[in-house]
């Protein structure tokens, strides 16, 4: 007869510990049911003043379906629970986990050992069977990250988990203002990966923007940047930095094409970021032979519009002048600060 056993609870957050678990199960039963408990009401509760914020069931559940996606004999299930911290019930709890199995199940796994007289109770056709109780394999619980936060503890976290927690620094400003620079030296000092601005080499690849570049083009630009955006956080260290976004595409078709595009509005509504530094065009023009507002009178009203627009898409961002090195320097001194207490 065919092994079935279930390996249960709400991975807030997913860590390493829970990942040495479910892989050690699946290799001692036919079928294992990973099962993902969550309620909004008590998840939201534990995370209460912890340092991490709550986390939707939906995303949980994206972590373990990405990390089991090539195992075979592991499904996941989820169950909606309604109860809050303190009366959790653990029967109710044990029904619908039943149902959302929908089969025999002969083997309960967990690390706890004060699990036992409850899934003896709850289950007392199934085996229940401790997986490293003491946690030496992986000596990390949920409950140390809600405590200090999941940068304390980056190294446990899964590969699947960390891109939901990247913190996502934008640099905005208009042409020659040292944009593409600090966000490569940035994403250097932070050990990181970064995003070059697509539209460059959309550009590029045209043969240049002025007097070609058509309508249809700026919503290309804008889902081919976020692309990048999406490739480059997987492989992020805890922050990704990223040069220009969607109202800076919306600013061009404006500037280029005279038109301003719903879609790039949306594209804007839809994205998030950390930290939105703008470089203010106050470093001297450099003619790379793609920009062509040069003028310190056009470079000023561009950057005026460029302003408007990114207060119009309800987007905050911190203004950046100086020289190049004080640039860097303040860059640094935000981001340290954001990172502070977090
Ligand atoms: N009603 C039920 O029958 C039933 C059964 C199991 C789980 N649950 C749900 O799950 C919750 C309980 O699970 P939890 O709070 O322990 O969930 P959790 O997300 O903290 O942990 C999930 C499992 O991983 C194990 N684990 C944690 N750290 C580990 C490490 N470092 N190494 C190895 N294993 C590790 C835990 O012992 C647990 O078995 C309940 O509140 C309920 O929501 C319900």
Same mark, same amino acid.
């Given at each position: 007869?065919k092994?079935?056993?279930?390996?249960g609870?709400?991975?807030?957050p997913?860590?390493?510990?829970?990942?040495?678990?479910?892989?050690k199960a699946?290799?001692?039963?036919?079928e294992?049911?990973v099962v993902?408990?969550?309620?909004e009401?008590?998840?939201?509760e534990l995370?209460?003043?912890?340092k991490?914020?709550?986390?939707?069931g939906?995303?949980r559940?994206?972590?373990?379906?990405?990390?089991?996606?090539?195992?075979?004999?592991?499904?996941?299930?989820?169950?909606e629970d309604?109860?809050?911290?303190?009366d959790?019930?653990?029967?109710?709890?044990?029904l619908?986990?039943r149902?959302?199995?929908?089969?025999?199940?002969?083997t309960?796994?967990?690390?706890e050992i004060e699990?036992g007289?409850i899934?003896?109770e709850?289950?007392?056709?199934?085996?229940?069977?401790l997986?490293d109780e003491?946690?030496?394999?992986?000596?990390?619980?949920?409950?140390?990250?809600?405590?200090?936060?999941?940068? +304390? $503890?980056?190294?446990?976290?899964?590969d699947?988990?960390k891109?939901?927690?990247?913190? *996502? !620094? @934008?640099?905005?400003? %208009?042409?020659s203002?040292?944009?593409?620079?600090l966000?490569?030296?940035?994403?250097?000092?932070?050990?990181?990966?970064?995003?070059?601005?697509?539209g460059?080499?959309y550009?590029?690849?045209?043969?240049?923007?002025?007097?070609?570049?058509l309508?249809e083009?700026y919503?290309?630009? +804008? $889902?081919?940047h976020?692309?990048?955006e999406?490739?480059?956080?997987k492989?992020a260290? *805890? !922050? @990704?930095f990223?040069? %220009?976004e969607?109202?800076v595409?919306?600013?061009?078709?404006?500037?280029?094409?005279q038109k301003?595009?719903t879609v790039?509005?949306?594209?804007a509504?839809?994205?998030e970021?950390d930290?939105c530094?703008?470089l203010?065009?106050?470093?001297?023009?450099?003619?790379d032979?793609l920009?062509v507002?040069?003028?310190?009178?056009?470079r000023?009203?561009?950057n005026?519009?460029?302003?408007?627009?990114l207060?119009?898409n309800?987007?905050?961002?911190?203004?950046?002048?100086?020289t190049y090195q004080?640039r860097?320097?303040?860059?640094?001194?935000?981001?340290?600060k954001?990172?502070?207490?977090?």
């Amino acid at each position: 007869m065919k092994r079935v056993g279930f390996f249960g609870g709400k991975f807030l957050p997913f860590h390493q510990g829970h990942v040495y678990s479910i892989i050690k199960a699946s290799t001692m039963v036919d079928e294992l049911y990973v099962v993902l408990s969550h309620s909004e009401k008590r998840d939201h509760e534990l995370c209460a003043g912890s340092k991490l914020s709550y986390i939707p069931g939906q995303i949980r559940l994206r972590w373990l379906s990405q990390l089991t996606k090539e195992m075979n004999n592991i499904k996941v299930v989820e169950v909606e629970d309604h109860d809050g911290n303190e009366d959790y019930d653990w029967k109710e709890g044990a029904l619908k986990i039943r149902e959302a199995i929908g089969r025999e199940i002969d083997t309960v796994f967990s690390s706890e050992i004060e699990y036992g007289p409850i899934f003896k109770e709850l289950y007392p056709e199934a085996e229940h069977i401790l997986i490293d109780e003491k946690r030496e394999q992986i000596p990390i619980s949920a409950t140390q990250i809600r405590e200090k936060g999941v940068f +304390a $503890y980056w190294d446990y976290i899964p590969d699947v988990a960390k891109p939901y927690f990247i913190k *996502k !620094i @934008v640099i905005l400003g %208009t042409e020659s203002c040292g944009k593409s620079t600090l966000t490569k030296n940035l994403a250097l000092i932070y050990n990181t990966t970064y995003v070059k601005e697509y539209g460059r080499d959309y550009c590029e690849d045209l043969g240049g923007c002025d007097g070609i570049i058509l309508e249809e083009d700026y919503p290309m630009i +804008a $889902y081919g940047h976020k692309l990048k955006e999406y490739e480059a956080i997987k492989s992020a260290n *805890k !922050i @990704v930095f990223i040069d %220009t976004e969607a109202v800076v595409t919306q600013f061009y078709s404006e500037l280029y094409n005279q038109k301003l595009q719903t879609v790039l509005n949306e594209v804007a509504r839809n994205q998030e970021y950390d930290l939105c530094l703008y470089l203010e065009p106050d470093v001297k023009w450099v003619d790379d032979g793609l920009r062509v507002h040069g003028e310190q009178k056009v470079r000023e009203e561009n950057n005026l519009r460029l302003k408007d627009l990114l207060k119009e898409n309800g987007m905050d961002f911190v203004s950046i002048g100086g020289t190049y090195q004080e640039r860097l320097e303040k860059s640094i001194k935000l981001i340290d600060k954001m990172f502070e207490g977090i």
